[in-house]
Nanobody, 122 residues
Framework: QVQFVESGGGLVQAGGSLRLSCLAS????????MGWYRQAPGKQRELVAS?????????????VYADSAKGRFTISRNNANNIMYLQMNSLRPEDTAVYYC??????????WGQGTQVTVSS
């Protein structure tokens, strides 16, 4: 099992920045891919960004971004304390959503965080 504690959401004006954090605990050694998803009201949950474990090491890399996030968002991970971040710059009203931390193990079902609300006002 993997558990998450998410933080960093809030209300920000358009053009502003936020940094989301996702602290993972439990069987983190089993995680192969970690990422951030978001779900806006009335819309499907969508991938924002993800990173992949490099071989069998403790390091993660090879970030993948949704087109809407490219050039504005940066995903990273502090391997020493198992915290994943999403730095969001130049935020737009259409970025308003609940953001979820996600982890996919090599085998078995994926894990989800509880979500953190991001609201961008125009």
């Amino acid at each position: 099992q993997v558990q998450f504690v998410e933080s960093g959401g809030g209300l920000v004006q358009a053009g502003g920045s936020l940094r989301l954090s996702c602290l993972a605990s439990g069987s983190t050694f089993s995680i192969n891919i970690m990422g951030w998803y978001r779900q806006a009201p009335g819309k499907q949950r969508e991938l924002v960004a993800s990173i992949r474990r490099i071989g069998s090491t403790k390091f993660f890399g090879n970030p993948v971004y949704a087109d809407s996030a490219k050039g504005r968002f940066t995903i990273s991970r502090n391997n020493a304390n198992n915290i994943m971040y999403l730095q969001m710059n130049s935020l737009r009203p259409e970025d308003t959503a609940v953001y979820y931390c996600n982890a996919r193990p090599t085998v078995g079902s994926e894990y989800w965080g509880q979500g953190t609300q991001v609201t961008v006002s125009s």
